[in-house]
């Protein structure tokens, strides 16, 4: 069974940056797509798709974070990163790696069906 493991999160105040990475236990057919999400489920959230990848391999945002957060891969060993910078205290939630075999449909929640246990991100004033 695939794991994803996230790291890099924590607390940081408003304008700071922080570089979430996620690495898998094995890349596979079933790792083809990967993607971030947040969510906060105590405050009854939605999960939400922050960043992924389309079909062409072309990064997509969600619109809040667009121009802010920026989604990477490492071609030598398929580590997904979330570059954030500019970070608002609405950004504070449970960040959570994904993956999926494919098609690659971005942030679309329904393309993933492996998920990493999250990482906290929290944004002061």
């Known amino acids: 069974q695939v794991q994803l493991v996230e790291s890099g999160g924590g607390s940081v105040q408003a304008g700071g940056s922080l570089r979430l990475s996620c690495a898998a236990s094995e890349y596979s057919y079933r790792t083809t797509c990967m993607g971030w999400f947040r969510q906060a489920p105590y405050r009854g959230k939605q999960r939400e798709g922050v960043?992924?990848?389309?079909?062409?391999?072309?990064?997509t945002y969600a619109p809040s974070v667009k121009g802010r957060f920026t989604i990477s891969k490492d071609s030598a060993n398929g580590t997904l990163f979330l570059q954030m910078n500019s970070l608002k205290p609405e950004d504070t939630d449970m960040y959570y790696c994904?993956?999926?075999?494919?098609?690659?449909?971005?942030?679309?929640?329904?393309?993933?069906?492996?998920w990493g246990q999250g990482t906290q991100v929290t944004v002061s004033p």
């Open positions: 960043a992924g990848f389309d079909t062409d391999g072309k990064p």
């Open positions: 994904a993956a999926g075999a494919g098609p690659c449909w971005g942030t679309w929640v329904g393309g993933y069906n492996i």
